[in-house]
């Protein structure tokens, strides 16, 4: 733990905050340049492999108060794979773009200021037609583009506080934020948007799991520079924001799921 860590939290709030005083004189001489703004949409054109999701196919889901009533974190995730398909709608859930402004793409959830700050990478476990690994997903092509192709399900367990879900888990969301993409236009307050921008994307990863009957879990506990070294980021201008596990479930029994499959010996 930082030594000094309660003052540097207190600090971050009172430099990421608002006041009416300061919006007067903190915000002269800012400008935001719309036109040149930072690039919204990573891509990874040297990726080993890129898969084409195309249109997702919609299967039936149940109404959506009783999504709501039955969205649980569930943790007791069974060996069977997802479908590609099922991936494909989670993935679209999170961040397919729903609308063309020109200059704006907006998507399914909402981000501060239509920024779109948030990376998705997954860690492939178990999904038919996919090989595991380590995979990001190229919203503007709609594709998914494979980093790494080998089993991580060891490492990304290991970097998730060793929750063995996640070990088990069909696949593993690791979000992350490219600062700089907020930032040009929002300065310090950027640091506290960037968070919430991830918190819409993984309820609508919730609600879709839960429409789909997958068990989902979102995860805040992970080893910060292990999960920086795993997707291959800096960790300062680009760094985890949130993750989340998916997999495959029996029955709706919620309490039986609650603390998860124990650790094998
Ligand atoms: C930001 C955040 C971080 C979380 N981190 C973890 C985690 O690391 N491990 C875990 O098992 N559950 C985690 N959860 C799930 C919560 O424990 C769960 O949402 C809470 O117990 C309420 O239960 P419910 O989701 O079934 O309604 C997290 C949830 C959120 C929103």
Redesign the pocket.
């Known amino acids: 733990m930082h030594p000094d860590w309660r003052r540097i939290c207190d600090e971050f709030l009172i430099a990421t905050s608002y006041s009416p005083e300061e919006m007067e004189t903190g915000w002269e001489g800012r400008v935001y340049d719309r036109e040149n703004r930072p690039e919204t949409y990573l891509t990874y054109p040297d990726a080993l492999a890129r898969i084409e999701l195309g249109e997702p196919d919609f299967p039936d889901a149940p109404a959506f108060w009783q999504i709501l009533r039955d969205?649980?974190?569930?943790?007791n995730f069974l060996a069977e794979p997802m479908t590609l398909n099922q991936l494909n709608v989670l993935l679209w859930a999170t961040q397919g773009i729903t609308q063309d402004m020109g200059a704006y793409q907006l998507r399914t959830a909402p981000s501060a200021g239509a920024l779109y700050s948030v990376e998705t990478f997954l860690v492939v476990n178990n999904v038919t037609g996919l090989e595991p690994g380590l995979y990001h997903l190229d919203v503007r092509g709609w594709a998914l583009e494979a980093l790494r192709l080998e089993d991580l399900s060891d490492a990304v367990c290991h970097t998730?506080?060793d929750?063995e879900?996640t070990r088990v888990a069909s696949v593993n969301f690791l979000w992350t934020a490219v600062m700089e993409r907020c930032r040009a236009k929002y300065y310090e307050r950027a640091y506290r948007y960037v968070w919430w921008d991830s918190?819409h994307v993984?309820?609508n990863l919730?609600l879709a799991a839960t429409a789909l009957g997958l068990g989902v879990?979102?995860?805040?506990?992970?080893y910060d520079d292990l999960l920086h070294e795993l997707v291959g980021i800096d960790g300062k201008e680009h760094f985890g924001v949130?993750?989340a596990t998916v997999g495959t479930i029996e029955g709706t029994d919620?309490l039986a799921d609650?603390r998860?499959p124990p650790k094998p010996d």
């Open positions: 969205r649980r974190s569930k943790r998730l506080l929750q879900m918190g993984s309820e919730s879990c979102c995860i805040g506990a992970w949130m993750t919620w609650r998860g």
